[in-house]
């Protein structure tokens, strides 16, 4: 698959097959994720990847904890819509719109698969040092999208979500994470259940001209 056919075919995945991704590969997608520029070629990230036992309890956990209301607290702290600008907003608005159907057309699946962080066979978490300046984050933005591009390349499909990083004590724990690190983000990473509503759903996006002024 080429660069351009990766670009325009991954997307969101939320509902996984029950079948592991081999460590080679996942090796090799983060290898390939390392090619990313970062400022100062600083590198600042780092992937720990919980598959089997590891996650099999992060599961769990996740879900006690949904179902014993205790409160989220992700390193990085949820924006609500209101503080987006009103042209983020507004699109968040209309993908929720877009979205809220398909949930609609078939929601245990949903909320079971969500409930489950998405019965992904293996989640990758991206981790920075404490208190990583606003470069850093720029920089593990870039080496998500190569690390979720690598994936679609080798055909596993893939899901950041904020679902998979809300109780990030837990995930310190079970993966024996020292405690200063930043859980910024985590992608799930398996092979698609063909069979769901929830993943024939395409996001669409905003007209190119809405979004660039090229200037003579
Ligand atoms: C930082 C971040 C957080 C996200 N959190 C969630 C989430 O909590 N639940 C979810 O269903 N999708 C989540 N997503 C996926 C987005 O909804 C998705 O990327 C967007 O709608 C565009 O769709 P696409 O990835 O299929 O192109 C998240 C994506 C990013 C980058």
């Known amino acids: ?45 780092k992937v720990y990847i919980a598959t089997g036992k590891s996650l099999d309890n992060i599961k769990q956990r996740f879900a006690s904890n949904a179902e014993d209301g205790v409160a989220e607290n992700a390193d990085l702290y949820k924006v609500h819509r209101g503080d987006f600008s009103s042209f983020a907003s507004q699109n968040m608005g209309h993908w929720v719109g877009t979205f809220r159907p398909v ?12 409930g489950n962080l998405y019965r992904a066979p293996a989640i990758a978490y991206l981790v920075l040092d404490a208190d990583p300046n606003s470069w850093s984050i720029y920089d593990l933005g870039a080496f998500s999208e190569t690390l979720m591009l690598s994936a679609t390349g080798r055909e596993v499909q893939s899901l950041a979500s904020y679902e998979l990083v809300k109780y990030p004590d837990v995930i310190r724990d079970e993966l024996g994470m020292p405690k200063n690190k930043v859980i910024a983000m985590g992608i799930a ?20 001209d809405q979004i660039l002024k090229i200037v003579d």
């Open 103 to 114: 949930i609609e057309s078939d929601p245990d699946s949903y909320w079971d698969s969500r």
């Open 1 to 45: 698959m080429d660069v351009l056919e990766a670009i325009q075919t991954r997307h969101s995945t939320r509902a996984f097959e029950d079948r592991p991704v081999d460590k080679e590969t996942l090796t090799k997608i983060v290898a390939d994720a390392q090619h990313t520029p970062s400022w100062g070629n600083s590198q600042p990230w």
């Open 189 to 208: 990473l398996g092979y698609e259940k063909s069979d769901k509503k929830l993943n024939a759903y395409r996001s669409d996006r905003v007209s190119t």
